[in-house]
C-alpha cells in the first residue's frame, strides 16, 4: 500500500487543532523552557500550540510544518513568525541558519530519521542546539500496550507513527548524525520524585 503523507497530514490538519493533552503541556513547558537563542526553527509546529510561547525567546524565529492547513491554523495565533510549507527530509535553508531547533513529536512520522537528523545537523551552528521529543515504545505504558496487543498500527492509528524509538536506539540514532544527548527529561508528571526513588539506570525504561 501506498501512502501519500502529504495529503494524510493535509486532512489531520483540517480537523485535528494539535495537542492538548497534559503531555503535551508539560513537553510544551519544557521546550519553552530550554529554549534562548539568536534564531530558531520549529519543524512539525502543527497548529501552534506551542508556536507563540517559543517564538517569544528568539530574535528570528520560524515554524513550518508539512500541512499548510496547519500552519493556517498557527498563523491565526502567531501572525508576525515566519512560516514555512516542508519536508523535514528537504530542509529549503542554508548551513548553520539557526542555533536551536525544536522537534517534538516529529521524528516518529518521518520515513527517513536519520535523514531528517542530518538536515538539521546541516542547518545548525556549530554550536547549535536540538530540541527533540519522541514516544518512547517501550515505556511502561507501551510495553503494557504491546502485551494486550492494543499498541497502535502504523497507519489504522491516526497519529501515523511509522519509526518507532527506546532509549537505546535513539541515542545511537542521534550518534549517527552527528549529535550527543546533553540531558534527557520525560514529560511524565510525577516521575521526576519516582526517579530519586529508583535511580536513573531504571528510570530510563520508563522514559517516553
Not at 132 to 150: A, D, E, I, Q, T
Not at 192 to 208: D, F, N, S, T
Request: charged share 25%; proline share 4%.
Amino acid at each position: 500500500m501506498t501512502v501519500n503523507f502529504r495529503d494524510l497530514y493535509e486532512k489531520i490538519g483540517r480537523k485535528n487543532p494539535g495537542p492538548s493533552d497534559i503531555m503535551a503541556i508539560n513537553r510544551k513547558d519544557l521546550a519553552v523552557s530550554l529554549s534562548d537563542g539568536e534564531r530558531g526553527l520549529e519543524i512539525g509546529g502543527a497548529g501552534g500550540y506551542m508556536t507563540v510561547e517559543l517564538s517569544q525567546k528568539f530574535k528570528f524565529f520560524a515554524t513550518s510544518d508539512i500541512s499548510v492547513n496547519y500552519l493556517e491554523r498557527a498563523r491565526s495565533l502567531a501572525p508576525d513568525v515566519q512560516f514555512v510549507a516542508l519536508d523535514c527530509q528537504y530542509l529549503p535553508f542554508k548551513n548553520g541558519s539557526f542555533d536551536h531547533i525544536i522537534l517534538t513529536e516529529v521524528l516518529e512520522h518521518t520515513v527517513s530519521p536519520f535523514r531528517v537528523l542530518e538536515e538539521i545537523r546541516r542547518v545548525l551552528t556549530d554550536d547549535g542546539r536540538l530540541i527533540l521529543s519522541v514516544p518512547n515504545s517501550m515505556s511502561l505504558r507501551n510495553v503494557w500496550k504491546h502485551f494486550r496487543g492494543k499498541y497502535d498500527s502504523i497507519i489504522a492509528d491516526k497519529s501515523a507513527h511509522i519509526a518507532f524509538f527506546d532509549y537505546g536506539s535513539l541515542q545511537k540514532l542521534l550518534g549517527m548524525a552527528g549529535f550527543h544527548a546533553l540531558a534527557v527529561y520525560t514529560p511524565y508528571f510525577g516521575l521526576p520524585k519516582l526517579k530519586r526513588l529508583l535511580g536513573w539506570k531504571k528510570m530510563r525504561a520508563l522514559l517516553g
